[in-house]
C-alpha cells in the first residue's frame, strides 16, 4: 500500500510519455485550427512531446467537444476551446455541459469583434449610422457567422443598447459575412479582428468599432475607436484556450499548464499569432476557469434580453 503513490507520483513525473492529442471543433483551415496547427510546431520542444491536431468539426463545436468532454482524463486528450463552448450550453441541452464536465488548463490567445461598413458607406462614425438607423428602422442589416455566433450576439447587443432596429442576417462562416458586405447585401458587418484585419488594411471596409475593452495594438487596427470610448457597452472578448476533461491529477495538470505555458511565449508562437491577427492573452488555469464564469453570465444576460435565444428556439421549431 505504501508503495501506491510513489509509483503514481513517478508516473506523472515523466508526463508526457507519448503524443498528445489535440482536438479541433472546427474544420481545418479556419482561424481555430490555424491557432492549434502553430501550437503543433512548437510543441516538441516545449512539452516534450508532440500535439498531434484531429479535426472534429460538426454541431457549432459540439462534436469535438463532446468527444473531449468523453475522453479519458489523463492529459493525453486536449482540445481547443473558444466562448461558443458557453453559448452552446445555453441554446440547448448537450450531451455534456461543457463547463462542468470541462477543466480550463490555459488562455492562449484572443481578439475581439469589429463592427465594419463600406469603404464609400456615408457613415463616418458609429453615432452618424446610429442616428440613420433611428430615421430609418429596418432599412439597416447586419451580416453575422450564424444564429447564436458571437459576431451575432455582438450585434443584436449594439441593437439593443442603441435603440435601433437592424435586421440581422446569418451566414455560414465570416467569409460569407463580409461577402455579402462587400456585394451591398447587408450595409453592416459583426467579424472576429483578425478575420476582418486584411479587408481593413485593404481599404475595402471601414470599421467604425471594436469591442475590446481598449484599442487594438496591431498597428493596422490601433485607428479604430472602442465602443466603449464611443459611450456604448458593448464589450466582449473572443478568446482562444486548451481545455482537459474533468478529473485531470494536479500533477499532470501542473506539467501540461507549464508545458502550454511555455508554447504560448515561444516567439514563434507569437509571429504565427501576429499574421492571424491574433493577440497572445496568457492565463492560466484559474484565471481562464473565472474568464468561463463572467462570460457565461453576461452571455447568458445578453441572449435573454436580445430575444436570440428565442430566435434560436424559433428555428427550430
Known amino acids: 500500500m505504501s508503495n501506491k503513490p510513489i509509483a503514481m507520483q513517478t508516473i506523472d513525473n515523466k508526463f508526457p510519455e507519448k503524443p498528445i492529442t489535440l482536438i479541433v471543433p472546427f474544420s481545418a483551415g479556419g482561424g481555430t485550427d490555424l491557432i492549434a496547427r502553430a501550437m503543433e510546431k512548437v510543441s516538441v520542444k516545449n512539452l516534450g512531446q508532440t500535439l498531434m491536431v484531429v479535426n472534429k468539426p460538426g454541431g457549432a463545436g459540439a462534436i469535438g467537444w463532446n468527444e473531449l ?113 462587400l456585394g451591398n447585401h447587408v450595409q453592416i458587418t459583426f467579424m472576429s479582428s483578425g478575420s476582418a484585419k486584411e479587408q481593413i488594411k485593404s481599404g475595402k471596409v471601414r470599421a467604425l468599432a471594436v469591442s475590446s475593452e481598449q484599442r487594438l495594438t496591431d498597428p493596422s487596427l490601433a485607428h479604430i475607436p472602442t465602443f466603449k470610448e464611443q459611450r456604448l457597452d458593448v464589450i466582449f472578448n473572443n478568446w482562444y484556450g486548451v481545455a482537459t476533461p474533468k478529473g485531470l491529477s494536479p500533477e499532470v495538470k501542473t506539467e501540461l499548464a507549464e508545458g502550454l505555458k511555455s508554447i504560448v511565449f515561444d516567439p514563434e508562437f507569437k509571429n504565427s499569432m501576429d499574421a492571424l491577427g491574433l493577440e497572445i492573452q496568457y492565463l492560466g488555469p484559474q484565471e481562464t476557469q473565472e474568464i468561463w464564469i463572467a462570460d457565461n453570465e453576461k452571455l447568458t444576460k445578453i441572449i435573454q434580453e436580445t430575444g436570440i435565444l428565442d430566435i434560436i428556439k424559433a428555428q427550430k421549431n
Open 69 to 181: 468532454a468523453g475522453s479519458s482524463p489523463n492529459g493525453y486528450t486536449l482540445g481547443i476551446i473558444t466562448p461558443e463552448l458557453i453559448s452552446l450550453s445555453l441554446y440547448s441541452e448537450n450531451k455534456y455541459h461543457y463547463l462542468t464536465s470541462l477543466e480550463p488548463i490555459v488562455q492562449v490567445a484572443g481578439s475581439s469583434f469589429v463592427m465594419i461598413v463600406q469603404a464609400d458607406a456615408p457613415w463616418k462614425n458609429i453615432h452618424e449610422l446610429i442616428e440613420y438607423a433611428k430615421q430609418h428602422p429596418r432599412e439597416l442589416k447586419f451580416s453575422h457567422a450564424g444564429i447564436g455566433s458571437i459576431p451575432h450576439i455582438v450585434g443584436e447587443s449594439f441593437a439593443k443598447i442603441t435603440d435601433i432596429n437592424i435586421e440581422q442576417v446569418p451566414f455560414r462562416g465570416a467569409s460569407e459575412a463580409i461577402i455579402a458586405l
